[in-house]
Protein backbone atom coordinates (compact mmCIF):
# COMPACT_ATOMS: atom_id res chain seq x y z
CA UNK A 1 0.00 0.00 0.00
CA UNK A 2 1.47 3.58 -0.92
CA UNK A 3 0.19 6.01 1.76
CA UNK A 4 -0.12 9.56 0.41
CA UNK A 5 -1.31 12.85 2.83
CA UNK A 6 -3.09 15.69 1.42
CA UNK A 7 -3.93 19.08 2.31
CA UNK A 8 -7.13 19.71 1.42
CA UNK A 9 -7.18 23.71 1.55
CA UNK A 10 -5.43 26.62 0.82
CA UNK A 11 -5.31 26.44 -3.36
CA UNK A 12 -7.09 28.84 -5.37
CA UNK A 13 -9.66 26.55 -6.32
CA UNK A 14 -10.58 25.78 -2.58
CA UNK A 15 -11.16 22.09 -1.50
CA UNK A 16 -13.93 20.62 -3.69
CA UNK A 17 -11.24 20.14 -6.68
CA UNK A 18 -9.70 18.03 -4.06
CA UNK A 19 -12.15 15.83 -2.86
CA UNK A 20 -12.95 15.52 -6.76
CA UNK A 21 -9.29 14.63 -7.49
CA UNK A 22 -9.35 12.13 -4.54
CA UNK A 23 -11.74 10.46 -5.09
CA UNK A 24 -11.40 9.72 -8.78
CA UNK A 25 -7.82 8.98 -7.59
CA UNK A 26 -8.40 6.49 -5.55
CA UNK A 27 -10.65 4.88 -7.53
CA UNK A 28 -8.13 4.34 -10.02
CA UNK A 29 -5.71 3.28 -7.28
CA UNK A 30 -6.77 0.36 -5.61
CA UNK A 31 -3.34 0.19 -3.96
CA UNK A 32 -3.28 4.00 -2.49
CA UNK A 33 -4.35 4.68 1.22
CA UNK A 34 -5.21 8.57 1.83
CA UNK A 35 -5.51 10.75 4.93
CA UNK A 36 -7.30 14.41 3.94
CA UNK A 37 -6.51 17.28 5.88
CA UNK A 38 -8.97 20.05 6.10
CA UNK A 39 -12.30 21.34 7.45
CA UNK A 40 -14.02 18.44 8.18
CA UNK A 41 -17.37 19.82 6.76
CA UNK A 42 -15.69 20.45 3.55
CA UNK A 43 -14.08 17.22 2.87
CA UNK A 44 -17.72 15.10 3.84
CA UNK A 45 -17.66 13.72 0.47
CA UNK A 46 -14.53 11.53 1.10
CA UNK A 47 -16.23 9.66 3.94
CA UNK A 48 -15.28 5.89 3.90
CA UNK A 49 -13.20 6.27 1.11
CA UNK A 50 -9.88 8.61 2.84
CA UNK A 51 -9.54 9.23 6.39
CA UNK A 52 -10.22 12.76 7.37
CA UNK A 53 -8.03 14.53 9.74
CA UNK A 54 -9.84 17.67 10.83
CA UNK A 55 -7.82 20.90 10.90
CA UNK A 56 -9.54 24.18 11.01
CA UNK A 57 -7.10 26.39 9.82
CA UNK A 58 -5.95 27.64 6.62
CA UNK A 59 -2.34 28.96 5.51
CA UNK A 60 -3.17 31.70 3.33
CA UNK A 61 -1.24 31.94 -0.47
CA UNK A 62 0.96 34.36 0.50
CA UNK A 63 2.05 33.16 3.90
CA UNK A 64 6.01 32.58 4.73
CA UNK A 65 7.54 30.01 6.95
CA UNK A 66 6.94 31.73 10.03
CA UNK A 67 3.37 32.06 9.89
CA UNK A 68 3.21 28.44 8.66
CA UNK A 69 5.47 27.39 11.44
CA UNK A 70 2.63 29.28 13.90
CA UNK A 71 -0.48 27.85 12.28
CA UNK A 72 -0.14 24.91 14.03
CA UNK A 73 -3.57 23.46 13.20
CA UNK A 74 -3.90 24.14 9.65
CA UNK A 75 -4.20 21.80 6.42
CA UNK A 76 -0.83 22.20 5.79
CA UNK A 77 1.08 21.79 9.11
CA UNK A 78 -1.31 18.93 10.10
CA UNK A 79 -0.61 16.91 6.83
CA UNK A 80 3.18 17.61 7.20
CA UNK A 81 3.41 16.31 10.72
CA UNK A 82 0.89 13.26 10.18
CA UNK A 83 3.04 12.32 7.33
CA UNK A 84 5.84 12.31 9.67
CA UNK A 85 4.17 10.36 12.67
CA UNK A 86 2.71 7.81 10.72
CA UNK A 87 5.31 7.26 8.56
CA UNK A 88 3.35 7.91 5.27
CA UNK A 89 5.17 7.55 1.41
CA UNK A 90 4.00 11.16 0.66
CA UNK A 91 2.38 14.41 1.32
CA UNK A 92 0.47 16.96 -1.16
CA UNK A 93 -0.30 20.47 -0.92
CA UNK A 94 -1.30 23.27 -3.75
CA UNK A 95 -1.01 25.88 -0.80
CA UNK A 96 1.58 28.33 -0.87
CA UNK A 97 5.06 27.43 -2.13
CA UNK A 98 7.01 29.18 0.21
CA UNK A 99 5.06 27.98 3.49
CA UNK A 100 4.96 24.85 2.24
CA UNK A 101 8.57 24.11 1.58
CA UNK A 102 9.91 25.90 4.48
CA UNK A 103 7.61 24.34 6.72
CA UNK A 104 8.30 20.27 4.95
CA UNK A 105 11.63 21.22 5.45
CA UNK A 106 11.78 21.87 9.41
CA UNK A 107 9.49 19.25 10.08
CA UNK A 108 11.03 16.28 8.00
CA UNK A 109 14.73 17.37 7.80
CA UNK A 110 16.72 17.43 5.37
CA UNK A 111 18.05 14.02 4.58
CA UNK A 112 21.94 14.03 6.21
CA UNK A 113 24.24 15.60 3.92
CA UNK A 114 22.25 17.63 1.69
CA UNK A 115 22.95 21.64 1.61
CA UNK A 116 19.84 22.93 -0.01
CA UNK A 117 16.54 21.05 -0.57
CA UNK A 118 15.48 21.65 -4.57
CA UNK A 119 12.43 21.85 -6.09
CA UNK A 120 12.64 19.89 -9.58
CA UNK A 121 9.96 19.01 -12.26
CA UNK A 122 10.21 17.21 -15.08
CA UNK A 123 9.44 19.14 -18.33
CA UNK A 124 8.20 18.23 -21.56
CA UNK A 125 10.27 18.37 -24.29
CA UNK A 126 10.50 18.37 -28.54
CA UNK A 127 10.53 14.60 -28.46
CA UNK A 128 7.57 13.32 -27.55
CA UNK A 129 7.56 10.99 -24.19
CA UNK A 130 10.73 12.66 -23.05
CA UNK A 131 10.86 14.61 -19.59
CA UNK A 132 13.82 16.90 -18.39
CA UNK A 133 14.01 17.36 -14.61
CA UNK A 134 14.86 20.37 -13.82
CA UNK A 135 15.87 21.86 -10.89
CA UNK A 136 15.61 23.96 -8.34
CA UNK A 137 12.79 25.96 -10.13
CA UNK A 138 12.53 27.42 -7.25
CA UNK A 139 13.21 26.72 -3.57
CA UNK A 140 15.72 28.62 -3.00
CA UNK A 141 16.57 32.68 -3.68
CA UNK A 142 20.28 31.91 -4.50
CA UNK A 143 22.58 28.73 -4.09
CA UNK A 144 26.25 28.61 -4.03
CA UNK A 145 28.22 26.61 -7.10
CA UNK A 146 28.97 23.78 -4.06
CA UNK A 147 24.79 23.47 -3.81
CA UNK A 148 24.73 23.59 -7.88
CA UNK A 149 26.99 20.66 -7.90
CA UNK A 150 24.64 18.96 -5.33
CA UNK A 151 21.69 19.77 -7.19
CA UNK A 152 23.30 17.70 -10.10
CA UNK A 153 23.44 14.75 -8.25
CA UNK A 154 20.35 14.31 -6.82
CA UNK A 155 18.95 15.67 -10.19
CA UNK A 156 20.65 12.84 -11.76
CA UNK A 157 19.63 9.99 -9.27
CA UNK A 158 15.98 11.12 -9.51
CA UNK A 159 16.13 10.73 -13.46
CA UNK A 160 17.68 7.47 -12.93
CA UNK A 161 15.18 6.38 -10.32
CA UNK A 162 12.02 8.02 -11.81
CA UNK A 163 12.32 7.45 -15.66
CA UNK A 164 15.30 4.69 -15.91
CA UNK A 165 17.97 6.96 -17.45
CA UNK A 166 21.55 5.20 -17.06
CA UNK A 167 23.88 8.00 -17.51
CA UNK A 168 21.70 11.05 -17.58
CA UNK A 169 23.10 13.82 -19.91
CA UNK A 170 23.35 16.71 -17.20
CA UNK A 171 23.64 20.44 -18.19
CA UNK A 172 23.95 23.63 -16.23
CA UNK A 173 21.74 26.52 -17.42
CA UNK A 174 23.56 29.10 -18.61
CA UNK A 175 23.60 32.34 -21.42
CA UNK A 176 26.12 30.50 -23.47
CA UNK A 177 27.17 26.76 -24.26
CA UNK A 178 30.92 27.42 -24.23
CA UNK A 179 33.10 26.64 -20.73
CA UNK A 180 33.35 29.67 -19.19
CA UNK A 181 30.09 31.45 -19.84
CA UNK A 182 27.67 31.87 -16.92
CA UNK A 183 27.16 33.68 -13.74
CA UNK A 184 29.93 33.39 -11.05
CA UNK A 185 28.53 30.48 -9.47
CA UNK A 186 27.90 28.35 -12.67
CA UNK A 187 31.65 28.99 -13.86
CA UNK A 188 32.28 27.71 -10.45
CA UNK A 189 29.95 24.75 -10.64
CA UNK A 190 31.17 23.74 -14.25
CA UNK A 191 34.46 23.81 -12.80
CA UNK A 192 33.63 21.90 -9.73
CA UNK A 193 31.67 18.96 -11.53
CA UNK A 194 34.01 18.64 -14.55
CA UNK A 195 37.26 18.33 -11.54
CA UNK A 196 35.49 15.87 -10.56
CA UNK A 197 34.21 13.63 -13.53
CA UNK A 198 30.85 13.90 -12.75
CA UNK A 199 29.08 11.33 -14.62
CA UNK A 200 27.22 12.88 -17.28
CA UNK A 201 27.84 16.23 -16.95
CA UNK A 202 27.52 17.69 -20.54
CA UNK A 203 28.73 21.14 -20.13
CA UNK A 204 26.25 24.71 -20.36
CA UNK A 205 22.92 24.87 -21.93
CA UNK A 206 21.39 27.85 -23.13
CA UNK A 207 17.51 28.19 -22.17
CA UNK A 208 16.23 27.87 -25.87
CA UNK A 209 17.61 24.37 -26.14
CA UNK A 210 16.62 23.15 -22.49
CA UNK A 211 13.60 21.39 -24.09
CA UNK A 212 14.97 20.31 -27.08
CA UNK A 213 15.02 16.80 -25.75
CA UNK A 214 18.81 16.35 -25.80
CA UNK A 215 19.27 16.92 -21.74
CA UNK A 216 17.85 14.49 -19.22
CA UNK A 217 19.23 16.91 -16.29
CA UNK A 218 19.09 20.91 -16.17
CA UNK A 219 20.76 22.11 -12.92
CA UNK A 220 19.98 26.03 -11.62
CA UNK A 221 19.70 28.07 -8.38
CA UNK A 222 16.71 28.19 -7.78
CA UNK A 223 16.10 32.22 -8.60
CA UNK A 224 17.55 31.47 -12.51
CA UNK A 225 15.44 28.04 -12.91
CA UNK A 226 12.04 30.13 -11.61
CA UNK A 227 12.83 32.76 -14.51
CA UNK A 228 13.35 30.14 -16.99
CA UNK A 229 9.79 27.91 -15.77
CA UNK A 230 7.50 31.05 -15.31
CA UNK A 231 8.85 32.84 -19.15
CA UNK A 232 8.13 29.89 -20.31
CA UNK A 233 4.71 29.77 -18.76
CA UNK A 234 4.43 32.81 -19.98
CA UNK A 235 5.39 32.69 -23.66
CA UNK A 236 3.13 29.30 -24.06
CA UNK A 237 0.15 31.28 -22.75
CA UNK A 238 0.20 34.47 -25.10
CA UNK A 239 0.79 31.88 -27.84
CA UNK A 240 -2.20 29.86 -27.36
CA UNK A 241 -4.50 33.20 -26.81
CA UNK A 242 -2.91 33.99 -30.11
CA UNK A 243 -4.39 30.94 -31.77
CA UNK A 244 -7.69 30.77 -30.03
CA UNK A 245 -8.19 34.30 -31.73
CA UNK A 246 -7.12 33.51 -34.92
CA UNK A 247 -9.30 30.16 -35.24
CA UNK A 248 -12.40 32.25 -33.59
CA UNK A 249 -12.05 34.55 -36.45
CA UNK A 250 -15.01 33.49 -38.65
CA UNK A 251 -16.95 30.68 -39.58
CA UNK A 252 -14.31 29.46 -41.82
CA UNK A 253 -11.55 29.81 -39.13
CA UNK A 254 -14.08 27.64 -36.89
CA UNK A 255 -14.43 24.75 -39.51
CA UNK A 256 -10.79 25.14 -39.59
CA UNK A 257 -10.16 24.77 -36.06
CA UNK A 258 -12.64 21.28 -36.07
CA UNK A 259 -9.50 19.31 -38.40
CA UNK A 260 -6.58 20.65 -36.26
CA UNK A 261 -8.10 20.22 -32.56
CA UNK A 262 -6.62 17.23 -31.99
CA UNK A 263 -3.15 18.47 -32.95
CA UNK A 264 -4.02 21.43 -30.75
CA UNK A 265 -4.97 19.46 -27.99
CA UNK A 266 -1.89 17.59 -28.10
CA UNK A 267 0.40 20.99 -28.39
CA UNK A 268 -1.37 22.19 -25.23
CA UNK A 269 -1.35 18.92 -23.31
CA UNK A 270 2.26 18.56 -23.83
CA UNK A 271 2.60 22.01 -22.70
CA UNK A 272 0.34 22.18 -19.72
CA UNK A 273 1.54 22.42 -16.26
CA UNK A 274 -1.44 20.38 -15.15
CA UNK A 275 -0.07 17.11 -16.90
CA UNK A 276 3.18 17.62 -14.99
CA UNK A 277 0.80 17.37 -11.77
CA UNK A 278 3.54 18.72 -9.18
CA UNK A 279 6.97 19.30 -8.37
CA UNK A 280 8.56 17.49 -5.99
CA UNK A 281 10.88 18.89 -2.93
CA UNK A 282 14.28 17.24 -3.12
CA UNK A 283 16.74 16.67 -0.18
CA UNK A 284 14.01 16.15 2.53
CA UNK A 285 13.30 13.31 4.38
CA UNK A 286 9.77 12.29 2.43
CA UNK A 287 8.13 12.64 -0.74
CA UNK A 288 6.96 16.34 -0.65
CA UNK A 289 4.71 16.80 -3.76
CA UNK A 290 4.04 20.78 -4.64
CA UNK A 291 0.66 20.95 -6.91
CA UNK A 292 0.10 24.02 -8.71
CA UNK A 293 -1.86 26.53 -6.56
CA UNK A 294 -4.26 26.83 -9.68
CA UNK A 295 -4.81 23.40 -9.65
CA UNK A 296 -8.14 22.33 -10.71
CA UNK A 297 -9.34 18.26 -9.70
CA UNK A 298 -6.95 16.95 -13.18
CA UNK A 299 -4.11 18.63 -12.27
CA UNK A 300 -4.40 17.64 -8.61
CA UNK A 301 -5.37 14.23 -9.79
CA UNK A 302 -1.67 14.23 -11.45
CA UNK A 303 -0.17 15.76 -8.68
CA UNK A 304 -1.10 12.36 -6.73
CA UNK A 305 -0.24 10.50 -9.40
CA UNK A 306 3.51 12.20 -9.20
CA UNK A 307 3.21 11.06 -5.54
CA UNK A 308 2.78 7.75 -5.95
CA UNK A 309 5.30 6.97 -8.22
CA UNK A 310 7.82 8.63 -5.79
CA UNK A 311 6.88 6.55 -3.34
CA UNK A 312 6.72 3.63 -5.49
CA UNK A 313 10.37 4.42 -7.15
CA UNK A 314 11.58 5.47 -3.78
CA UNK A 315 13.15 8.39 -4.67
CA UNK A 316 14.18 9.57 -1.17
CA UNK A 317 15.97 6.62 -0.51
CA UNK A 318 17.69 6.63 -3.65
CA UNK A 319 18.94 10.31 -2.94
CA UNK A 320 20.08 9.29 0.91
CA UNK A 321 22.01 6.63 -1.00
CA UNK A 322 23.44 8.37 -3.16
CA UNK A 323 24.46 11.40 -1.23
CA UNK A 324 26.25 8.54 1.55
CA UNK A 325 28.23 7.33 -1.57
CA UNK A 326 29.32 10.61 -3.01
CA UNK B 1 20.93 62.52 -42.82
CA UNK B 2 21.10 59.46 -40.83
CA UNK B 3 24.39 58.12 -40.90
CA UNK B 4 25.03 54.32 -40.46
CA UNK B 5 27.86 52.24 -39.97
CA UNK B 6 27.30 48.78 -40.83
CA UNK B 7 29.64 45.33 -40.36
CA UNK B 8 28.87 43.32 -43.47
CA UNK B 9 30.48 40.32 -42.26
CA UNK B 10 30.43 38.02 -39.29
CA UNK B 11 26.73 36.69 -39.24
CA UNK B 12 25.35 33.24 -39.93
CA UNK B 13 24.12 33.90 -43.19
CA UNK B 14 27.09 35.89 -44.56
CA UNK B 15 27.41 38.99 -46.28
CA UNK B 16 24.87 38.66 -48.99
CA UNK B 17 21.77 39.13 -46.94
CA UNK B 18 23.72 42.01 -45.18
CA UNK B 19 23.97 44.08 -49.05
CA UNK B 20 20.34 42.34 -49.52
CA UNK B 21 19.26 44.24 -46.62
CA UNK B 22 20.83 47.56 -46.74
CA UNK B 23 20.09 47.86 -50.60
CA UNK B 24 16.47 47.45 -49.70
CA UNK B 25 17.20 49.59 -46.90
CA UNK B 26 18.58 52.68 -48.80
CA UNK B 27 15.69 52.55 -51.33
CA UNK B 28 12.63 52.56 -49.15
CA UNK B 29 15.03 55.51 -46.26
CA UNK B 30 16.59 58.30 -48.87
CA UNK B 31 17.39 60.33 -45.37
CA UNK B 32 20.33 57.41 -44.67
CA UNK B 33 23.79 56.87 -45.82
CA UNK B 34 25.21 53.95 -44.62
CA UNK B 35 29.09 52.78 -45.07
CA UNK B 36 29.64 48.84 -45.17
CA UNK B 37 32.60 47.24 -43.91
CA UNK B 38 33.67 43.84 -45.18
CA UNK B 39 35.72 42.08 -48.30
CA UNK B 40 35.43 44.45 -51.08
CA UNK B 41 34.69 41.80 -53.55
CA UNK B 42 31.74 40.30 -51.74
CA UNK B 43 29.98 43.84 -51.20
CA UNK B 44 29.88 44.76 -55.21
CA UNK B 45 26.40 44.71 -55.45
CA UNK B 46 27.04 47.65 -52.80
CA UNK B 47 28.78 50.23 -55.01
CA UNK B 48 26.92 53.32 -56.31
CA UNK B 49 24.71 52.99 -52.98
CA UNK B 50 26.72 52.83 -50.05
CA UNK B 51 30.56 53.30 -49.40
CA UNK B 52 32.51 50.58 -49.36
CA UNK B 53 35.14 49.69 -46.66
CA UNK B 54 37.13 47.01 -47.15
CA UNK B 55 38.36 44.86 -44.31
CA UNK B 56 40.02 41.51 -44.70
CA UNK B 57 39.08 39.50 -41.77
CA UNK B 58 36.16 38.54 -40.22
CA UNK B 59 35.63 37.84 -36.38
CA UNK B 60 34.58 34.13 -35.35
CA UNK B 61 30.88 33.60 -34.33
CA UNK B 62 32.73 32.75 -30.86
CA UNK B 63 35.30 35.19 -30.41
CA UNK B 64 35.73 37.35 -27.20
CA UNK B 65 36.66 40.67 -26.48
CA UNK B 66 40.27 40.19 -26.59
CA UNK B 67 40.11 37.79 -29.80
CA UNK B 68 38.22 41.04 -31.68
CA UNK B 69 40.95 43.68 -30.44
CA UNK B 70 43.23 41.73 -32.07
CA UNK B 71 41.66 41.54 -35.49
CA UNK B 72 42.21 45.29 -36.00
CA UNK B 73 41.70 44.95 -40.09
CA UNK B 74 38.27 42.83 -39.18
CA UNK B 75 34.70 44.10 -40.49
CA UNK B 76 33.60 44.34 -37.09
CA UNK B 77 36.85 46.59 -35.68
CA UNK B 78 36.42 48.58 -38.70
CA UNK B 79 33.11 49.27 -38.49
CA UNK B 80 33.31 50.40 -34.65
CA UNK B 81 36.46 52.63 -35.30
CA UNK B 82 34.60 54.02 -38.63
CA UNK B 83 31.64 54.88 -36.51
CA UNK B 84 33.82 57.00 -34.23
CA UNK B 85 36.11 58.52 -35.96
CA UNK B 86 33.54 60.00 -39.00
CA UNK B 87 30.79 61.12 -36.38
CA UNK B 88 28.83 58.13 -37.57
CA UNK B 89 25.09 57.84 -35.68
CA UNK B 90 24.77 54.28 -35.33
CA UNK B 91 26.60 50.86 -35.68
CA UNK B 92 25.00 47.43 -37.23
CA UNK B 93 26.36 44.28 -36.92
CA UNK B 94 25.22 40.13 -37.03
CA UNK B 95 28.45 38.45 -35.52
CA UNK B 96 29.76 37.68 -32.45
CA UNK B 97 27.92 38.97 -29.68
CA UNK B 98 30.09 39.17 -26.77
CA UNK B 99 32.63 40.40 -28.99
CA UNK B 100 30.74 43.04 -30.60
CA UNK B 101 29.60 44.81 -27.55
CA UNK B 102 33.04 44.42 -25.70
CA UNK B 103 34.78 45.56 -28.24
CA UNK B 104 32.12 48.73 -29.11
CA UNK B 105 32.73 49.41 -25.35
CA UNK B 106 36.27 49.70 -25.06
CA UNK B 107 36.30 52.07 -28.16
CA UNK B 108 33.31 54.16 -27.81
CA UNK B 109 33.65 54.43 -24.39
CA UNK B 110 30.91 54.61 -21.76
CA UNK B 111 28.66 57.38 -21.48
CA UNK B 112 30.07 59.02 -17.84
CA UNK B 113 28.51 57.77 -14.88
CA UNK B 114 27.63 54.43 -16.54
CA UNK B 115 28.96 51.40 -14.39
CA UNK B 116 28.03 48.97 -16.63
CA UNK B 117 26.57 49.01 -20.55
CA UNK B 118 23.50 47.02 -20.84
CA UNK B 119 21.68 45.58 -23.53
CA UNK B 120 17.92 46.42 -24.34
CA UNK B 121 15.72 44.76 -26.83
CA UNK B 122 11.79 45.41 -27.15
CA UNK B 123 9.85 42.41 -26.45
CA UNK B 124 6.12 42.13 -28.00
CA UNK B 125 3.16 42.25 -25.45
CA UNK B 126 0.04 40.42 -24.95
CA UNK B 127 -1.80 44.15 -26.07
CA UNK B 128 -1.22 44.50 -30.01
CA UNK B 129 1.29 47.36 -30.86
CA UNK B 130 2.68 47.74 -27.35
CA UNK B 131 6.09 46.79 -26.74
CA UNK B 132 7.90 46.47 -23.06
CA UNK B 133 11.41 47.11 -22.89
CA UNK B 134 13.14 44.59 -21.19
CA UNK B 135 17.44 44.62 -20.23
CA UNK B 136 19.93 43.33 -19.45
CA UNK B 137 19.63 40.83 -21.68
CA UNK B 138 22.79 38.88 -22.01
CA UNK B 139 25.53 42.08 -21.76
CA UNK B 140 26.84 40.69 -18.15
CA UNK B 141 27.24 38.10 -16.13
CA UNK B 142 26.14 39.23 -13.11
CA UNK B 143 25.15 42.64 -11.92
CA UNK B 144 25.15 44.67 -8.27
CA UNK B 145 21.88 45.87 -7.28
CA UNK B 146 23.39 49.72 -8.01
CA UNK B 147 23.77 48.85 -11.72
CA UNK B 148 19.86 47.34 -11.50
CA UNK B 149 18.89 50.49 -10.25
CA UNK B 150 21.02 52.40 -13.38
CA UNK B 151 19.60 49.83 -15.70
CA UNK B 152 16.16 50.49 -14.46
CA UNK B 153 16.86 54.56 -15.06
CA UNK B 154 18.43 53.76 -18.61
CA UNK B 155 15.60 51.89 -19.19
CA UNK B 156 13.07 53.93 -18.19
CA UNK B 157 15.03 56.69 -20.49
CA UNK B 158 14.63 54.38 -23.47
CA UNK B 159 10.94 53.79 -23.27
CA UNK B 160 10.40 57.28 -23.04
CA UNK B 161 12.55 59.12 -25.96
CA UNK B 162 11.58 55.75 -28.15
CA UNK B 163 8.08 55.15 -27.59
CA UNK B 164 7.26 58.29 -26.38
CA UNK B 165 6.35 56.56 -22.99
CA UNK B 166 5.71 59.72 -20.14
CA UNK B 167 6.17 57.89 -16.78
CA UNK B 168 7.19 54.18 -18.04
CA UNK B 169 6.12 51.10 -15.33
CA UNK B 170 9.20 50.40 -14.64
CA UNK B 171 9.70 46.59 -12.48
CA UNK B 172 12.79 44.04 -11.38
CA UNK B 173 12.28 40.85 -12.55
CA UNK B 174 11.35 38.48 -10.09
CA UNK B 175 10.41 34.81 -8.99
CA UNK B 176 7.48 37.01 -6.62
CA UNK B 177 5.68 39.91 -7.31
CA UNK B 178 5.73 40.75 -3.55
CA UNK B 179 9.00 42.57 -1.73
CA UNK B 180 11.11 40.58 -0.24
CA UNK B 181 11.19 37.96 -3.26
CA UNK B 182 14.10 37.60 -5.82
CA UNK B 183 17.77 36.82 -5.18
CA UNK B 184 19.86 39.23 -3.14
CA UNK B 185 20.35 41.79 -5.82
CA UNK B 186 16.97 42.45 -6.51
CA UNK B 187 16.18 42.34 -2.74
CA UNK B 188 18.62 45.19 -2.55
CA UNK B 189 17.79 46.86 -5.78
CA UNK B 190 14.35 47.09 -4.97
CA UNK B 191 15.41 48.59 -2.13
CA UNK B 192 17.25 51.21 -3.16
CA UNK B 193 14.64 51.93 -5.86
CA UNK B 194 11.85 52.21 -3.52
CA UNK B 195 14.10 54.84 -1.40
CA UNK B 196 15.13 56.80 -4.23
CA UNK B 197 10.94 57.44 -4.77
CA UNK B 198 12.17 56.27 -8.57
CA UNK B 199 9.16 57.59 -10.91
CA UNK B 200 7.40 54.58 -12.24
CA UNK B 201 8.74 51.84 -10.09
CA UNK B 202 6.06 49.35 -9.53
CA UNK B 203 7.74 46.61 -8.03
CA UNK B 204 8.76 43.08 -8.92
CA UNK B 205 7.05 41.32 -11.95
CA UNK B 206 7.46 37.36 -12.42
CA UNK B 207 8.50 36.00 -15.31
CA UNK B 208 4.92 34.68 -16.55
CA UNK B 209 3.53 38.34 -16.71
CA UNK B 210 6.12 40.49 -18.36
CA UNK B 211 4.82 39.92 -21.61
CA UNK B 212 1.28 41.01 -20.32
CA UNK B 213 1.59 44.26 -21.64
CA UNK B 214 0.99 45.73 -17.97
CA UNK B 215 4.96 46.94 -17.38
CA UNK B 216 6.70 48.92 -19.94
CA UNK B 217 9.98 48.78 -18.51
CA UNK B 218 11.35 44.88 -16.85
CA UNK B 219 14.85 44.87 -15.24
CA UNK B 220 17.17 41.71 -14.74
CA UNK B 221 20.65 41.55 -14.45
CA UNK B 222 22.31 40.51 -17.45
CA UNK B 223 22.52 36.49 -17.07
CA UNK B 224 18.84 35.88 -15.88
CA UNK B 225 17.75 38.31 -18.70
CA UNK B 226 19.21 36.40 -20.85
CA UNK B 227 17.44 33.41 -19.50
CA UNK B 228 14.16 34.85 -19.62
CA UNK B 229 15.03 36.05 -23.67
CA UNK B 230 16.27 32.27 -24.75
CA UNK B 231 13.33 30.43 -22.25
CA UNK B 232 10.87 32.19 -24.52
CA UNK B 233 12.48 31.61 -27.68
CA UNK B 234 12.82 28.04 -26.97
CA UNK B 235 9.01 27.37 -25.90
CA UNK B 236 7.79 29.43 -29.03
CA UNK B 237 9.93 27.54 -31.52
CA UNK B 238 8.55 24.23 -29.68
CA UNK B 239 4.96 25.47 -29.99
CA UNK B 240 5.39 26.59 -33.71
CA UNK B 241 6.91 23.29 -34.51
CA UNK B 242 3.90 21.47 -32.87
CA UNK B 243 1.47 23.35 -34.91
CA UNK B 244 3.31 22.73 -38.00
CA UNK B 245 2.81 19.35 -37.24
CA UNK B 246 -0.92 19.62 -36.60
CA UNK B 247 -1.14 21.27 -40.09
CA UNK B 248 0.58 19.24 -41.83
CA UNK B 249 -1.41 15.75 -40.67
CA UNK B 250 -3.71 15.51 -43.63
CA UNK B 251 -5.76 17.12 -46.33
CA UNK B 252 -8.10 18.35 -44.06
CA UNK B 253 -6.15 20.17 -41.71
CA UNK B 254 -4.29 20.93 -44.68
CA UNK B 255 -7.24 23.11 -45.47
CA UNK B 256 -7.93 24.05 -42.21
CA UNK B 257 -4.63 26.06 -42.52
CA UNK B 258 -5.85 28.16 -45.31
CA UNK B 259 -8.52 29.22 -43.14
CA UNK B 260 -6.11 30.67 -40.22
CA UNK B 261 -3.12 31.45 -42.10
CA UNK B 262 -3.63 35.04 -41.63
CA UNK B 263 -4.55 34.83 -37.65
CA UNK B 264 -1.27 32.18 -37.66
CA UNK B 265 1.03 34.69 -39.21
CA UNK B 266 -0.04 37.82 -36.66
CA UNK B 267 1.07 35.66 -34.25
CA UNK B 268 4.63 34.76 -35.68
CA UNK B 269 4.93 38.19 -36.90
CA UNK B 270 4.34 39.23 -33.24
CA UNK B 271 6.93 36.44 -31.74
CA UNK B 272 8.77 36.68 -34.45
CA UNK B 273 12.84 38.32 -33.34
CA UNK B 274 12.81 39.03 -37.22
CA UNK B 275 10.78 42.07 -36.52
CA UNK B 276 12.23 42.92 -33.59
CA UNK B 277 15.56 43.57 -35.45
CA UNK B 278 18.45 44.11 -32.94
CA UNK B 279 19.25 44.71 -29.14
CA UNK B 280 20.55 48.27 -28.58
CA UNK B 281 23.94 48.42 -26.46
CA UNK B 282 22.44 50.90 -23.61
CA UNK B 283 25.28 53.16 -22.14
CA UNK B 284 28.16 53.71 -24.55
CA UNK B 285 28.76 56.83 -26.28
CA UNK B 286 27.18 55.67 -30.11
CA UNK B 287 23.69 53.68 -31.07
CA UNK B 288 25.13 50.12 -31.41
CA UNK B 289 22.85 47.87 -32.58
CA UNK B 290 23.63 43.66 -32.18
CA UNK B 291 21.37 41.90 -34.89
CA UNK B 292 20.48 38.20 -34.06
CA UNK B 293 23.50 36.00 -35.48
CA UNK B 294 21.16 33.85 -37.63
CA UNK B 295 19.53 37.17 -39.20
CA UNK B 296 18.52 36.90 -42.58
CA UNK B 297 17.60 39.94 -44.76
CA UNK B 298 14.34 40.90 -43.68
CA UNK B 299 16.12 40.71 -39.57
CA UNK B 300 18.76 42.77 -40.88
CA UNK B 301 16.93 44.97 -42.20
CA UNK B 302 14.90 45.61 -39.25
CA UNK B 303 17.47 46.05 -37.53
CA UNK B 304 19.04 48.89 -39.54
CA UNK B 305 15.34 50.70 -38.65
CA UNK B 306 16.45 50.17 -35.35
CA UNK B 307 19.26 51.84 -35.87
CA UNK B 308 17.77 54.91 -38.10
CA UNK B 309 14.93 55.20 -35.13
CA UNK B 310 17.72 55.14 -32.09
CA UNK B 311 19.39 57.58 -34.42
CA UNK B 312 16.50 59.63 -35.11
CA UNK B 313 15.18 59.65 -31.21
CA UNK B 314 18.67 60.38 -30.08
CA UNK B 315 18.65 58.06 -27.81
CA UNK B 316 22.55 58.16 -26.48
CA UNK B 317 22.23 61.89 -26.06
CA UNK B 318 18.45 61.32 -23.91
CA UNK B 319 20.65 58.81 -22.02
CA UNK B 320 23.44 61.06 -21.06
CA UNK B 321 21.21 63.53 -19.84
CA UNK B 322 19.45 61.39 -17.55
CA UNK B 323 22.72 59.84 -16.05
CA UNK B 324 23.94 63.34 -15.22
CA UNK B 325 20.72 64.35 -13.87
CA UNK B 326 20.46 61.66 -11.69
New interface residues.
Given amino acids: MIKIVVDAMGGDKGSSIVCEAILNFLKDNKDVEIIACGKKEELASLEGQARIIDARDIVPM?AGALEVMRLKNSSMMMAIKTMKDEGYDAVVSCGST?GFLSAATINLKMIPGVKRAALVAPFPT?IKGKNVVILDI?AN??NSPEELVQFALMGKLYSQSVYGVEVPKTYL????A?EG????E?KEAYKLLKEANFEGFSGNI???????GDADVVV?????G??????????????S???K???K?NL??K??????R???K??SD??DYKNTGGAMLLGVNGAVVKAHGSSDAYAFYNALRVAKKLAEKDVVNQIKKGIENA
Fill in positions: EGQGNELSNGEKGAPVEARYALNADGFTNIFLKSSEGIAKIMGMIKAFKWTLGYLHVKGMEMTL
